[in-house]
């Protein structure tokens, strides 16, 4: 066996073990997104769907939230209210002292490029493209350049360098979603949002995705948010928010 | 990005780089031909040796489209005049049975002191009411041999001598009976009058204006540089015309063909969305797209016509195909034109989706 494929799987086992200290807070208490009396109704033919009924959260910099609930809750609308997919009908968001509710969508996308990262259930590559260049197309949106320091220490720690040259179909579930989470922290954003990241992954891959994303949580002060319906997942989180009906009903 | 894109689906791709190579096709070899027939029937006049005309009013620079005949008496007040050397009149026939052809009927004694006389490859000349001549590249074409007997204009002629080509037409026949045909007795459709000496051509000109003031006249020089499609508004037109269809087809393919890219990757663009993509972002990425399928279209599509023109010249000896690299760039600007207006608006729909939306399509 050669000494990368050792170091390889050294790696894997490492990260497939749980972290130490889940549940402890980060040291760091500074709000990054605060939202006020927030409420997002849809307009589904002509039925309004009230997703969400007045959310107030805040959470400071550095945290790690794993948002629960049952299915159409919420939980997936706030997320994409945090990260300026969509505009709330009414109420304050604030993200690192923006104000959504008043930003226009060019300029949530704006910002959106340089502060949020975004993981999704179904990974969400560009099947076109290989492992490298879904990763480095993040930084060409962003439009800083291609930087090979951050993109070989964020490889490095995904464990995922040996997969880069790969197309989306030919990389198993658990290494899409690195790819996936490489693509969304390789622009330093300060957010990362991640919606069921391991809703589609066995519970070993689900495992090495949890742990990295604390590993990241940890190693870099990244701000996670977190939607999960799978309860061992959301342990992993410093903090756990409930929702129900479009409301924060546990935090 | 956009190169994995367009390989990724290779048929939609081959499809749009054909249907830009075909538009290209069809200009260039549109202008080429109608370029290369004007400029081809220019030089075949230039060789008559003639050094101007004389046309009857309303007549067109393109011989054979407008018949207009006028009074061969007017042949002997030309000869009249000063510097004129010799004066001979044709009367055009239109016969499009077997392609194109505009036939000289002629008189062959004042058609050889203007012109110096055929250069016969085989035969001889007229010898009755209902001989013809061809040229030796209409012979080539259509295989055609001395003795042998071709109906035009449905009547029945034979051919008594084959002549080297570029003496105005590529048949001749005999003026009586060109003027029997037409049911025009004593009619010619034009005069071509040799000067003393090219130099007084402008002088004989202006005599002439004065002596038919209504009349066209213009000297073989003149008559060379108005040759162009420019000047000739029914061609531009029918060239134009054809110009358009064949843009329209590149547009609208690149149209369907992004159109259809649009719909099948709306939740790649919702994942550009996510990523932080500006609606800028969006668009550029595929109007370069499709400019990068425009680009691969008009190198085929330049090819093609080279390859058409080949096909074309050794197919129909008598035809030329002039491809200019001015109609190639105007047939690269026209094809991107048409290709980033198809493709503008499959990008803009792209960009205004909802990002949310896109993410969730299936």
């Known amino acids: 066996m050669n000494s990368s494929r050792a170091a390889a799987l050294e790696r894997e086992s490492r990260l497939t073990q749980p972290v130490s200290g889940y549940g402890e807070p980060t040291a760091c208490m500074e709000s990054i997104i605060q939202t006020e009396n927030l409420r997002k109704i849809y307009r589904v033919g002509k039925v309004d769907v009230h997703a969400l009924r007045g959310v107030n959260l805040t959470v400071q910099e550095g945290e790690f939230i794993a948002i629960v609930g049952p299915s159409g809750c919420g939980k997936s609308t706030l997320l994409h209210v945090l990260g300026g997919l969509t505009h709330p009908s009414t109420g304050k968001v604030l993200v690192d002292g923006n104000d959504f509710s008043i930003m226009s969508d060019a300029e949530r996308t704006k910002f959106r490029r340089h502060k949020i990262g975004f993981v999704f259930q179904r990974f969400n590559l560009l099947p076109t493209l290989s492992a490298r260049d879904n990763i480095a197309l993040a930084q060409h949106i962003q439009g800083n350049g291609f930087n090979p320091h951050r993109f070989d220490a964020v490889v490095d720690m995904l464990g995922i360098r040996e997969k880069l040259n790969a197309r989306p179909y030919a990389l198993s579930g658990g290494e899409q979603q690195r790819v996936a989470i490489a693509r969304a922290v390789i622009c330093e954003p300060k957010i990362l949002l991640a919606d069921e990241p391991t809703g589609n992954l066995d519970t070993q891959n689900s495992q090495l995705v949890l742990n990295m994303m604390r590993a990241l949580n940890r190693s870099f002060r990244q701000t996670i948010l977190m939607i999960t319906h799978n309860p061992e997942a959301a342990g992993v989180a410093d903090r756990i928010v409930r929702m129900r009906d479009g409301r924060i009903i546990y935090d | 990005m956009i190169v994995a894109n367009i390989l990724h689906r290779p048929v939609r791709t081959a499809v ?71 004066v001979t009149p044709v009367l055009f026939q239109f016969n499009a049975t077997g392609g194109i052809n505009v036939i000289y009927g002629i008189d062959m004694a004042s058609f050889d002191r203007v012109t110096g006389g055929f250069v016969y490859h085989k035969g001889g000349p007229f010898t009755g009411p209902d001989d013809l001549l061809v040229d030796d590249l209409y012979a080539r074409a259509n295989h055609v041999k001395v003795g042998q007997a071709i109906n035009l204009l449905n009547h029945d002629f034979r051919v008594t001598g084959i002549v080297e080509h570029g003496k105005g037409a590529r048949l001749f026949i005999p003026l009586s009976t060109a003027q029997d045909m037409a049911g025009a007795h004593d009619k010619t459709s034009i005069f071509f009058v040799k000067c003393t000496d090219p130099g007084y051509t402008d002088d004989v000109v202006e005599s002439i204006r004065q002596l038919l003031p209504t009349y066209k006249v213009l000297s073989v020089r003149d008559y060379e540089t108005l040759m162009t499609s420019n000047n000739l508004p029914a061609l531009n037109t029918f060239v134009a015309a054809l110009i358009a269809v064949a843009v329209s087809i590149g547009f609208l393919v690149i149209f369907l063909s992004m159109y259809t890219t649009i719909t099948e990757r709306t939740r790649e ?40 023109r080949r096909v074309i010249m050794a197919s129909f000896p008598t035809l030329t195909v002039d491809l200019t690299v001015v109609w190639g760039v105007r047939a690269a600007v026209l094809a991107l034109a048409g290709t980033l207006v198809g493709a503008f608006y499959p990008a803009f729909r792209a960009a205004q989706l909802d990002p949310v939306d896109a993410l969730s399509y299936e």
């Open chain 2, 16 to 86: 749009s780089i054909l249907a830009i190579a075909i538009e290209v096709v069809m200009v260039l070899i549109v202008v080429g031909l109608t370029g290369g027939m004007v400029h081809e029937t220019a030089k075949r006049v230039e060789g008559l040796g003639a050094d101007l005309m004389l046309q009857p009013p309303g007549s067109s620079y393109l011989f054979g489209v407008s018949s207009a005949p006028m009074p061969i008496k007017i042949g002997n007040r030309l000869a009249e005049l000063d510097h004129v050397l010799a």
């Open chain 2, 269 to 308: 663009i919702g994942i550009l969305k996510s990523l932080g993509a500006s609606k800028r972002y969006i668009i550029s990425a595929i109007l370069r797209e499709a400019g990068l399928l425009c680009a691969f279209g008009i190198v085929a599509g330049w090819m093609g016509s080279l390859i058409g």
